[in-house]
């Protein structure tokens, strides 16, 4: 059976530097960073007291009133994103059959923002009183859910819940369904929304968030020697992937291919990467079979990139034993330096970048690099500080996600 083509025709974005995919892609390339002081909960008393918030959010420039209170924050941001990207491909006035049309949703968390508010209503009162909404809020396929029902699309339609490997798997299952011929469209991405007292409090628990409280924006520095953990993110992104075929039927404007998926599994350790890059190594390879695509024709790599003190390691060395010496001649890095961690809705977010860099011939800067790490190899072009232009044909992404989930697409210029 000959595998159909699989390629992007539309995006959106809703991030902590831009609100829309055009603000997000102009942030990126000009380094600028999400990071700030907490809004959305009093963290005063916590050891984190920043994060990577969405700007000037108020759910009711895009719902009603009633509409609002049926979702959680990340069903909300997710909901955006997704309206944007199908705008952006024009599915909805090219009278598409909507039977064919899918959407696969990744979420790392779900709906805590809601659990913990009615988790806390309930402990504060004698009887137990609870939202009606309260389970459909919280749940993470619920996302995919609404847009299924404001569009109509009737197609395969689910959640892939994988850490911060979720969006990225929900693209790598898009792919494989629309390759088999089961859907002509899927509507997938991610979101999150765990900028929360339970989110930042639980993470802190595990010491895992940078504690830079005096300056949030150089807190993360993925690969510097000074970093000290991940900064907390939130928002969504959405990617319509297409059928090729398809999509030149329909006069579709298509943006990149999406030529290959790969998944592992580090199988080692509950949050702690393979100290090896085991794992890491493993789905850039399993990616890169997928699609076709010799280690000398890669021309970027948007990294996880976390700013941990063991997880850029492990992933750089990974990168550097996967393409050789030619891992020194091309452009790497960590957007998660400017929007911080979108955990579920990171993998989504990051392949827009990727799309980004062969779409406008520039990759964009890992930011906040002030001193070498003498662990991690110098020769690797990390892209520090300032965007670089060069021509991308072939961008991977990888993200990796507690419980040794680990995911990576490889997109192509058509």
């Known amino acids: 059976m000959e595998l159909k083509r699989v390629v992007v025709t539309g995006f959106g974005a809703l991030t902590p530097i831009g609100n829309n995919a055009k603000e997000y892609w102009e942030n990126l390339v000009k380094g600028v960073s999400g990071a700030a002081p907490i809004t ?13 918030e969405i700007k000037n959010w108020d759910p009711l420039n895009h719902f009603d009133k009633k509409e609002a209170k049926k979702m959680d924050r990340n069903t ?25 049309v899918g959407v696969i949703w990744g979420s790392g968390i779900g709906g805590l923002e809601t659990f913990e508010h009615e988790v806390l ?37 689910y959640t892939t819940v994988s850490a911060c490997a979720s ?13 088999l011929g089961k859907a002509d469209v899927i509507v997938c991405g991610g979101s999150e929304a765990a900028v929360t007292a339970s989110g930042v409090g639980g993470f802190n628990a595990m010491m895992a968030l940078s504690t830079r409280n005096d300056d949030p924006t150089t807190a993360s520095r993925p690969f510097d020697k000074d970093r000290d953990g991940f900064v907390l993110g939130e928002g969504a992104g959405c990617i ?5 075929e398809h999509a030149m039927k329909r006069g579709a404007t298509i943006y990149a ?50 700013s941990t003190p063991l997880g850029d390691i ?69 892209t520090f500080n300032t965007a670089v232009k060069k021509e991308v044909n072939v961008a991977m992404s990888n993200t990796f996600g507690f419980g040794g989930h680990n995911a990576c697409v490889l997109f192509k210029k058509l």
């Open 257 to 306: 291919e999406l030529k290959g998926g790969g998944m592992s599994a580090d199988a080692y350790h509950m949050t702690a990467p393979h100290p090896e890059g085991l794992g890491a190594h493993m789905v850039m390879k399993n990616c890169l079979e997928d699609a076709g695509i010799s280690a000398d024709e890669v021309d970027h790599i948007n990294m996880h990139g976390t």
């Open 240 to 244: 319509v992937l297409e059928e090729y």
């Open 76 to 100: 909300q941001y997710g909901m955006v994103a997704a309206r944007e990207a199908v705008a952006h491909s024009r599915i909805m006035e090219d009278n598409v059959d909507k039977n064919r």
């Open 121 to 157: 209503g309930w402990a504060n009162t004698e009887i137990p009183r609870f939202n009606p909404f309260f389970i459909p809020k919280m749940i993470a396929d619920i996302t995919p859910g609404h847009i299924s029902i404001e569009y109509g699309f009737h197609g395969p339609n």
């Open 167 to 179: 969006s990225a798997n929900a693209l790598i299952d898009s792919k494989m369904l629309i390759q």
């Open 40 to 52: 959305l909960f009093d963290a005063t008393n916590f050891k984190t007291k920043f994060a990577c």
């Open 314 to 382: 492990a992933e750089s060395n990974a990168i550097s034993k996967l393409l050789g010496d030619h891992a020194y001649d091309i452009q790497i890095n960590s957007t998660k330096s400017m929007t911080g961690h979108l955990l579920g809705a990171a993998g989504v977010i990051e392949a827009i970048a990727a799309v980004g860099t062969i779409m406008h011939g520039i990759v964009p800067p890992t930011i906040n690099h002030f001193t070498d790490d003498q662990n991690i190899d110098s020769r690797l072009d990390f």
